[in-house]
């Protein structure tokens, strides 16, 4: 919420005449506009790829367990998963070749949060995240520095790129129509849509999944291989706390897939949080965020109607059990798992659909 100087000044003059201190009255400018009590129920909610992530995280959580262990181990089987192109073993390479995966997670009852950027060799990018939040001080760790933290906690070293996923990121470098992250090529938008009618395959995916108990404690975990064919070293809004993951366990969290680049400049899951503090549904704050990432978008990223041209998504649960989400362009599909078992619930879009997205 915003505080001018002089509202800043006469609140804490209120405070402090009632004996309450400065530190109170910036206090009571952090209480959630709504108090928002746990529903006594377990939620997970996760991207539309995560219809099996849900059902292991609720068994986890109904098992007791940590609202992050619980979105861990659920999304430990997308990363294990060689069919799933966008995520973990199996996943789409950078544009040499190699597998380079983001990944984040964050406790809403401690308040920490872990995350590894551009890791190799190593499938389960969360479960490494995880323990840096464990068993460090810090919150990210990149590249070789969070392989050999890997490696020290022993994890299995393996070549993730399958036989699959070479051949299709094969066929884009034979392709060479043009396409690729440099920002010097400015038809790429026609020449990527060129190469996807030609059966060249671009992820848009990752996993991102989020579990609260039914005490209201709230934990998630967002995991990618990221964008297909990226520059190395290239880290997306997966691994980064505020962009592809929020947690605040006295409101809720938010987490993202889609064009991470985006989400960076905007900082949309911590926004999603903040709005939902002051009182949006997680649907409407959604779509609030998805539309000021919109109204900031550079023209070269529009369409001919102006809009945005890549997608967007945004999954959020408050901390009373309530879901939501919105898509940037056209519909979305957010995994719901709650104690009526599981569902796909729709999710409305900002925009009209991509011209090659089903309606
Ligand atoms: N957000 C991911 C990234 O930018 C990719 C995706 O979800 O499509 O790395």
Redesign the pocket.
Request: hydrophobic share 5%.
């Given at each position: 919420m915003d505080i001018s100087r002089r509202e800043f000044v006469q609140c804490a003059a209120g405070a402090a005449a009632l004996g309450l201190g400065a530190n109170a009255a910036v206090a009571s400018q952090e209480e959630p506009r709504v108090k928002l009590r746990p529903a006594g129920k377990s939620v997970v909610i996760a991207s539309a790829n995560g219809q099996g992530a849900c059902a292991r995280a609720m068994e986890i959580l109904q098992a007791g367990g940590d609202p992050v262990d619980a979105a861990v181990e659920g999304v430990s089987l997308v990363e294990n998963d060689p069919n799933d192109h966008?995520v973990g073993y199996g996943g789409l390479p950078n544009e040499n070749g190699v597998v380079e995966l983001?990944a984040c997670v964050m406790h809403g009852p401690t308040h920490k949060g872990g995350g590894v950027a551009a890791l190799q060799r190593v499938k389960n990018a969360s479960q490494v995240a995880r323990l840096v939040m464990r068993r460090t001080d810090h919150v990210l760790l990149v590249g070789d520095g969070a392989l050999q933290f890997a490696r020290a906690h022993g994890f299995k070293e393996e070549e993730l790129l399958t036989d699959k996923a070479r051949q299709i990121w094969l066929k884009w470098k034979e392709s060479h129509s043009g396409k690729d992250d440099w920002i010097h090529i400015e038809a790429d938008v026609e020449a990527r849509r060129r190469m996807e009618r030609d059966g060249i395959e671009f992820?848009?995916?990752?996993i991102s999944c989020m579990a609260l108990t039914a005490g209201g404690d709230l934990g998630g975990c967002t995991t990618?291989s990221?964008?297909s064919y990226?520059i190395p070293g290239r880290v997306?809004?997966?691994p980064i706390l505020g962009a592809?993951l929020f947690v605040d366990n006295e409101v809720g969290a938010c987490g993202?897939?889609?064009?991470?680049?985006a989400?960076l400049i905007n900082c949309s899951s911590f926004l999603v949080v903040e709005l939902m503090r002051n009182g949006q549904s997680p649907s409407d704050a959604c779509l609030t965020a998805l539309k000021r990432v919109a109204d900031r978008t550079e023209s070269r990223l529009r369409d001919e109607h102006s809009y945005p041209n890549y997608?967007l998504k945004l999954y959020a649960v408050r901390k009373d059990g309530v879901v939501g989400g919105a898509v940037m362009r056209g519909k979305g599909r957010m995994a719901v798992h709650d104690e009526g078992g599981f569902r796909l619930d729709e999710l409305r879009g900002v925009f009209p659909p991509l011209p090659d997205q089903e309606r």
């Open positions: 966008s983001d992820t848009h995916g990752t990618t990221g964008l990226k997306g809004d997966s592809g993202s897939t889609g064009r991470g680049e989400n997608q």
